[in-house]
């Protein structure tokens, strides 16, 4: 258990669905952010939320849409994917708001679009 | 901005021998540096971080990493690896006091044989 957690583990939908991820951290930590892992590609920032304000907004279509409701809790809302969307999204969180003593990772979502 | 490179996409090395897994990076400015793993269908863990100090750095699972600034490497090392080591690393680098944003490697997967 890494103190990050992350639901579901898998997810397939299709291209008109609307669903949601979810994260929930319990380290008391101050930042969480939304990676996307793709293959053969590094690793894509997505967001960042300090202390519930969205800090970071890494050029992401609008298709993807973050909540952070407090701070232990962030969303990922998804609408009308597309097949390249298909990768494993990854949410972190860190202990101040910089980032600057790393970050812990959940298990990530396996999000697969169809 | 930052920018990270590892320079091979894979490592494979028998049981009980010694590895290197070299990372590269640019920057402008002064960075934190991060080596991650990850395990098949799991996020990433830290496995070891230079913020300052010692320019060598020991993290768990008996690797150490060794920052040189001159050369702009963060390369990560273990004497003798196991098989439960087969993985992918990635090497990561955030800019010190400024955003939040690590900026990650493509990775390296290590494969460990019998």
């Known amino acids: 258990e890494t103190g990050v957690t992350q639901t579901p583990r898998h997810l397939v939908m299709g291209m008109t669905n609307k669903k949601s991820l979810k994260c929930e951290q319990h380290?008391?930590?101050?930042?969480m952010y939304w990676y996307k892992q793709s293959a053969k590609k590094p690793l894509e920032l997505m967001f960042v939320?300090?202390?519930?304000?969205?800090?970071e907004n890494n050029s992401v279509p609008s298709r993807f849409s973050p909540e952070c409701p407090n701070s232990s809790h962030l969303f990922l809302h998804l609408h009308t994917l597309q097949p390249e969307d298909s990768a494993l999204y990854l949410c972190?969180?860190?202990?101040?708001?910089?980032?600057?003593?790393?970050?812990?990772f959940g298990s990530g979502t396996r999000l697969t679009v169809v | 901005a930052q920018s990270v490179t590892q320079l091979d996409s894979q490592v494979p090395v028998f049981e009980e021998a010694p590895v290197e897994l070299r990372c590269n990076y640019s920057?402008?400015?002064?960075?934190?540096l991060f080596w991650y793993v990850q395990y098949p269908n799991q996020g990433l863990q830290l496995l070891l971080k230079y913020l300052s100090g010692s320019t060598l750095v020991k993290g768990i699972n008996g690797f150490e990493a060794e920052f040189n600034k001159s050369q702009t490497s963060f390369h990560l090392r273990k004497p003798s690896v196991h098989i439960s080591d087969t993985a992918e690393y990635f090497c990561a680098v955030k800019a010190q006091n400024a955003g939040n944003m690590l900026t990650f490697g493509g990775g390296t997967r290590l494969m460990v044989k019998p």
């Open positions: 380290l008391g930590h101050n930042a």
């Open positions: 939320y300090s202390l519930e304000e969205r800090v």
């Open positions: 972190a969180s860190s202990q101040d708001r910089a980032g600057n003593y790393g970050y812990t």
């Open positions: 920057s402008s400015v002064s960075v934190y």
